[in-house]
């Protein structure tokens, strides 16, 4: 099966805190993406990578940066954590193409406080 | 740009009757659409997908969905819906990356489905 690991299912920050979100992924897939999830607003697209050292700013890149060092690990960076950046956080890879379906982890539930 | 739309926030179904969650897509070029599943408190799995071919797309736990070109939609059904069923459904279409290089997921708001006994 599949594996898309997030390092952590619940975190809680203080504002201004520069957090670390980690994730995973055994399968070998060139794309990886981080996701936003919120009540209403559905999942939106913070940054993906479709290689290592690639990114592209996904629609809501405010406030975030990401890392790709290995082809495996997606690094999603807060470099200020603000309030309204709490919310469910969503890491999911896939082959580079576009016809196959995307892998997710199960969140990281983030509260900044 | 490539969008799905989610008309309801809710769908209520009796468990035993059919079901449908809809979808309507906006995309230049040709589609590819996909269907997924959250469980309180989980990642998204993956239900099915249309790509191309047979308009009806057959998928996990007995769901399918119906690709139609004339009104944009991707609807999906299942014959008899289940308690089990009862979860938050999205629809998502994909993006090709700015440099061509790689694609994304763009999700719709996500459907709500009850399923009651």
């Known amino acids: 099966d599949v594996k898309v690991t997030q390092s952590s299912r619940y975190l809680v920050k203080r504002t201004g805190e520069k957090v670390f979100l980690e994730c995973v992924q055994d399968m070998d897939h060139e794309n990886m993406f981080w996701y936003r999830q919120d009540p209403g607003l559905g999942l939106r697209l913070i940054y993906f990578s479709y290689d290592v050292k690639m990114k592209e700013k996904g629609d809501i890149p405010e406030g975030y940066s990401v890392s790709r060092e290995k082809k495996e690990r997606f690094s999603l960076i807060l470099e200020s954590a603000s309030t309204n950046q709490t919310s469910m956080y969503l890491c999911?890879?896939?082959?580079?193409?576009?016809?196959?379906?995307?892998?997710f982890g199960q969140g990281t539930r983030l509260t900044v406080v | 740009a490539q969008s799905v739309a989610q008309p309801e926030d809710q769908v209520n179904v009796a468990e035993g009757n059919p079901l449908t969650v809809k979808c309507t897509y906006s995309?230049?070029?040709?589609?590819?659409l996909f269907w997924y599943v959250q469980y309180p408190n989980r990642g998204l799995q993956f239900l099915l997908k249309?790509?191309?071919?047979?308009?009806l797309v057959k998928g996990s736990y007995g769901f399918e969905a119906e690709f139609n070109k004339s009104q944009t939609s991707f609807h999906l059904k299942k014959p008899s819906a289940l308690v089990s069923d009862s979860a938050l459904y999205f629809c998502a279409v994909s993006r090709p990356g700015n440099s061509n290089s790689g694609y994304a997921l763009n999700f719709g708001k996500g459907t709500s489905l009850l399923v009651t006994p």
């Open positions: 999911a890879s896939s082959f580079v193409e576009g016809l196959t379906e995307a892998f």
């Open positions: 995309v230049s070029g040709n589609p590819y």
């Open positions: 249309y790509i191309t071919g047979d308009n």
